[in-house]
């Protein structure tokens, strides 16, 4: 029901497997480490090396000015020192990134928080201070977490948060920003097929296959991460045009407790833990790869029954839930362009 527009411009499914025939001669991709990952481009027909280029320094310019770990300048660094003290003037993308963050915080109720800087800091999950914290240390950096104290002034282009200690995190969401971001400047380069893939955030520009002779385009295929197994092994296939593929899930960042137990990056900010809800993983799919990376985070953060609801109420949005009793459902606009490849897994209609 949901996106029955959009499965008709977005969307073509085929039956069987029939990308291989595909007569394009194959580019070489390129690949730079950035935003705390590996970044791959793929530029079809009418890609070349200054495009290839634009894209990367853009992507990196976006890891500069969006990143909270990095060493060099960064606007979220200054934005954080700032905190309590003054607003910080700041890129004017960076103002439209941060309001599309409290957009998707107020949607979800502060599920979703770009203030959720003092919790990951804390918690330290996937760096040498992993570890996990007292219950004080968490009461103490969860007062600090609330995304009604982030103040953007568009006129003036400045970012303040109120009150020190606090810090910004745009984990959830800048991966998502740099591949639209790319993805803009393959489309401007006359680019019309490309694939770029973000650590796993996907923007599929174009079709597989561009429609010819009559007959209709050829989507591509994108595979879904299996979150019990190692990177690049898929639980399914989604068949796209033209969309972004975004994943949240237990398996990017995490650690294991001398215990067994998983502690992984995405907190819920209502307990200050990693969410606990019986999701494995999130894959949204939709155009904009920024909204897709929000709503990822957002959907695993709020867990299935109100995340399904979220997604329901977003035209154009879809999402694939999978559960760590290995089931795995999926919204209405994917059934016919979703298939579980892996019979661990079972889909649950
Ligand atoms: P993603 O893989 O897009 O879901 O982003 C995960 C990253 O977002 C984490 O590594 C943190 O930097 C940040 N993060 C974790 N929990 C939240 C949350 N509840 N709201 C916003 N950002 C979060
Ligand atoms: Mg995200």
Redesign the pocket.
């Known amino acids: 029901m949901v996106i029955n527009t959009m499965l008709q411009k977005t969307f073509v499914v085929f039956c069987v497997p029939l990308l291989l025939a595909v007569c394009a001669k194959p580019p070489s991709p390129r690949l730079e480490l950035a935003l705390g990952t590996v970044c791959t481009v793929n530029l079809f027909e009418g890609g070349n090396a200054q495009l290839y280029s634009d894209i990367f320094s853009r992507i990196q310019e976006i890891d500069r000015t969006m990143t909270?770990f990095s060493e060099e300048f960064s606007d979220i660094i200054a934005i954080n020192k700032q905190a309590g003290i003054e607003p910080v003037q700041v890129r004017d993308d960076l103002i439209a990134v941060l309001e599309t963050?409290l957009y998707y915080?107020a949607l979800s109720g502060g599920?979703?928080?770009?203030t959720?800087g003092p919790?990951?800091t804390l918690w330290g999950?996937?760096t040498d201070s992993q570890r996990i914290p007292g219950d004080a240390e968490i009461a103490a950096a969860l007062a600090l977490v609330n995304w009604r104290d982030l103040v953007i002034d568009r006129e003036a282009g400045t970012v303040f948060l109120r009150r020190a200690g606090m810090a910004l995190?745009?984990?959830?969401?800048a991966?998502?920003y740099a591949g639209d971001e790319a993805a803009r400047i393959a489309r401007e380069g006359n680019v019309q097929r490309a694939i770029i893939d973000l650590g796993g955030?996907i923007v599929a520009v174009g079709s597989r296959e561009a429609a010819q002779n009559g007959t209709e385009a050829l989507p591509w295929r994108i595979g879904v991460q299996n979150p019990l197994d190692e990177r690049g092994a898929s639980i399914g296939v989604l068949w796209v045009h033209n969309a972004s593929v975004?994943?949240?899930?237990v398996y990017?960042?995490y650690f294991v407790s001398d215990e067994g137990k998983h502690y992984h990056?995405?907190?819920?900010?209502a307990n200050g833990y990693p969410?606990e809800n019986g999701l494995l993983s999130v894959t949204i799919v939709t155009e904009s790869s920024t909204i897709a990376?929000a709503l990822?985070?957002v959907v695993?953060?709020l867990g299935f029954e109100y995340g399904k609801a979220v997604i329901d109420s977003i035209p154009n949005a879809e999402a694939i839930f999978v559960f760590d009793d290995c089931r795995v459902i999926i919204t209405d606009g994917l059934i016919g362009f979703f298939m579980i490849t892996n019979d661990a897994f079972t889909l649950d209609l």
């Open positions: 909270a963050a915080a599920a979703f928080d770009p959720i919790l990951v999950i996937g995190d745009l984990g959830a969401i991966k998502g955030n975004v994943t949240s899930g990017e960042r990056h995405l907190f819920d900010p969410a990376d990822s985070t695993f953060v």
